[in-house]
């Protein structure tokens, strides 16, 4: 247990004055609570830790972890996002070593939707335990989870595979990725791990549902596979997703909950994505006549 209590009182005076002096500039025209108005200042906190950097560290994490909790979900504001980013930054510098706040912070970035943040958190992980292998590994995952660029997940994945920590299975992946550019398995198994080592409702959310996302595009991609042999075999596409049944494999439940559809642009997919591809065209269209 960190030394927390000896030197709470000796932090809490200069906590008190150093938010309201230390802003931090990306905050300055942002409405809503002060929180988001005031950061901590790392330079300014090693004038009153007198050494003790590390409990005050802790002071930050706890702060940060309660505010997460307390905004996520219910506040869409992206501050919050860019607030948690300068504090975990400020935590870097007080404490490097420390790999808690890396590893579960920039994944409270990406829930929040502040990837770029995460990336920046998973890098000074990186800078501060260079022999770690997850750090790397997460800003591939945020690559393709987020940003959909599979080259640069795959370049990634390479580099946390040659670090002297990395599981055998990063390794394994990293060949496979190079044959098969197949990043769906990678990335579920990715964030089973994480889940088992989660226990943030906000975060266990955001990972459950990108699980099932994940599973939802397989069955598209394995979907697309079984057409080309129906065709083959029946000389003519399916009419129906059920027809895919023909080929002696009863067609999954759909994972988003919905059923299957045979959608306009020939694509078999789950009727729950096809109304949300739906509404985003249509924000589309209207983002557009407005600008005319």
Known sequence: MRKL????ALVAAGLAHLSQRAVDERRHGVDGSSELLFLPSPASFDLVTMGYDEPVAD?????AVLLFGEHQGTDPSP??????????????????SWRTPYQYGGTMLRSMGNIEGSDAIFELGMEALPDDAYFPFAIGMNHYLHREDARAAV?????????????????????????????IPVAIRFLEEQRETTTDPAILEMIDGRITRLHHKRWVQTFESSR????????????????IARLGTPLPPDPLG???VLAADGVVRSSVRELELAEKARRSERGLLKRR
């Open 258 to 260: 919905g059923a299957w």
């Open 228 to 243: 080309g042999r129906y065709q083959q075999k029946f000389g003519t596409d399916i009419q129906v997703p059920e027809d």
């Open 59 to 63: 002071l930050l994490w706890i702060r």
């Open 5 to 8: 209590a000896v030197v709470a």
């Open 155 to 183: 370049e990634w994945i390479e580099i946390a595979a040659s670090k002297p920590n990395a599981p055998n299975w990063y390794r394994v992946a990293a060949a496979g990725l190079l044959a098969k550019q197949d990043m």
């Open 79 to 96: 501050a919050w996002g860019e607030w948690l980013q300068g504090m975990l930054e400020a935590i870097a510098v007080l404490d490097p």
